[in-house]
C-alpha cells in the first residue's frame, strides 16, 4: 500500500530507505527502469524506496503562463508508483518559500535530517536549491559528511535519443501518439470530469462527454480512437474524441470531447479515464454541418477499424 506524504514528517519504516527525487511526469520506460532497478536495491538492504516529488512542477511554478504542460495528472502519477512498487512517496509544495532554499539547506535540511536516505537515485541532469545552484556533484560531495550513497542510473535510450518527459510532449504535440505510447510503455490517457456543453454533438446524432483537460499537455488538436473507463471501473468502452478547438463552431477553448460506442446513459460528473490509441486526423474547419456529418462517418469507421486492428 503506497503511503502519501504531503508534508516530511515520515514514519520511521520509511527513514534509512532508497530515495528517488524527480518530477516523474509520465513515468516512462526510464523512469521505469529506474524504479525497477530501485526495488532490487530495496530487496538487497531490506529496505523501503521512495520518491521525493514537487508540486506544482518547478517549470510550471515559475512560469505562470505555461499550463498546459504534463503528461500525467498527480492521480495518475501516485496510481504509477503504486504500480511501480514505490513504498512511499512524499510530495513537496514548490512555493516562492521552497524556491529560496539553497542548495547546502536542501541537503542538510530537507533531505538528511527530514527525510535521512541511505541511497539517493537521481539523473546526471538533477538540479536544486536557489536558482538551481545545486547539482549531482556537489551531492556526491557530501556523501561521507552525511553517510548517503549517491546512485546515477545510465538514462535508457531510443536508439540515439534519451526517453524523457520532453521528448514525449513532443511527440505527443506533433501527433506521434504511436511513438509517444511506446516510450510510456503504455497508452497515453487523460483523467477528468463529464461537464455540461452546448450538445452540439448530440445535435449532430453524436453524443459526446465534455471534458476540461485542465493541465495536460495539449497533444496535436484532431480526432483519436480511444478506449474509456468509467468512475475506475472495469468496464471499458472504445469510442472516439476530438481534442481541440472546434472551430466549425467558433471554439476557442481547448476540450476534449469523447463519444463511447455501444453506451447509453447520464455520465454527466463521473469520472472518466480515455485512454488514447491512434490519431486519426488534424481538427479542421468545415464548411457546413453536412461535410462535418460526412466525415464524422468516416472517422467512426476508421476509429472503430484502428480499436480491431489493436485487439481492443
Request: overall charge positive; hydrophobic content about 35%.
Amino acid at each position: 500500500m503506497l503511503k502519501i506524504y504531503k508534508n516530511f514528517n515520515l514514519s520511521k519504516i520509511h527513514k534509512k530507505s532508497i530515495l528517488l527525487i524527480g518530477n516523474f511526469d509520465g513515468l516512462h520506460l526510464g523512469h521505469q527502469k529506474l524504479f525497477k532497478l530501485a526495488k532490487k536495491y530495496s530487496k538487497k538492504h531490506k529496505v523501503k524506496f521512495g520518491v521525493l516529488t514537487f508540486d506544482p512542477l518547478p517549470v510550471m511554478f515559475f512560469n505562470k503562463k505555461l499550463t498546459n504542460y504534463r503528461i500525467t495528472s498527480n492521480l495518475q502519477k501516485n496510481l504509477l508508483f503504486e504500480k511501480s512498487g514505490v513504498d512511499f512517496v512524499i510530495v513537496s509544495r514548490f512555493n516562492k518559500s521552497f524556491s529560496k532554499i539553497s542548495a547546502d539547506n536542501f541537503i542538510k535540511k530537507i533531505i538528511v535530517k527530514k527525510i535521512n536516505p541511505n541511497f539517493i537515485f537521481v539523473s546526471n541532469n538533477f538540479k536544486y536549491g536557489f536558482r538551481r545552484s545545486g547539482n549531482v556533484a556537489k551531492l556526491i560531495s557530501k556523501e561521507n559528511i552525511y553517510n548517503y550513497k549517491i546512485i546515477k542510473p545510465s538514462p535508457l535510450k531510443k536508439g540515439k535519443k534519451i526517453i524523457s518527459s520532453t521528448l514525449i510532449r513532443k511527440l505527443l504535440q506533433r501527433g506521434e501518439l504511436k511513438n509517444a505510447n511506446k516510450l510510456l510503455g503504455r497508452n497515453w490517457s487523460i483523467i477528468g470530469v463529464v461537464q455540461k456543453g452546448r450538445r452540439i454533438g448530440k445535435k449532430l446524432g453524436v453524443p459526446t462527454c465534455n471534458i476540461d483537460i485542465k493541465n495536460y499537455v495539449i497533444a496535436k488538436p484532431g480526432v483519436y480512437s480511444v478506449r474509456v473507463k468509467v468512475n475506475n471501473s472495469n468496464k471499458i468502452f472504445k469510442g472516439i474524441a476530438n481534442l481541440g478547438y472546434r472551430p466549425t463552431f467558433g471554439e476557442k477553448k481547448i476540450l476534449l470531447e469523447v463519444n463511447l460506442f455501444n453506451f447509453s446513459g447520464n455520465l454527466y460528473n463521473k469520472s472518466l479515464n480515455v485512454s488514447f490509441y491512434s490519431f486519426i486526423r488534424s481538427e479542421k474547419k468545415f464548411n457546413d454541418h453536412q461535410d462535418l456529418i460526412k466525415q464524422i462517418e468516416k472517422d467512426l469507421k476508421q476509429a472503430k477499424f484502428d480499436l480491431k486492428k489493436n485487439n481492443e
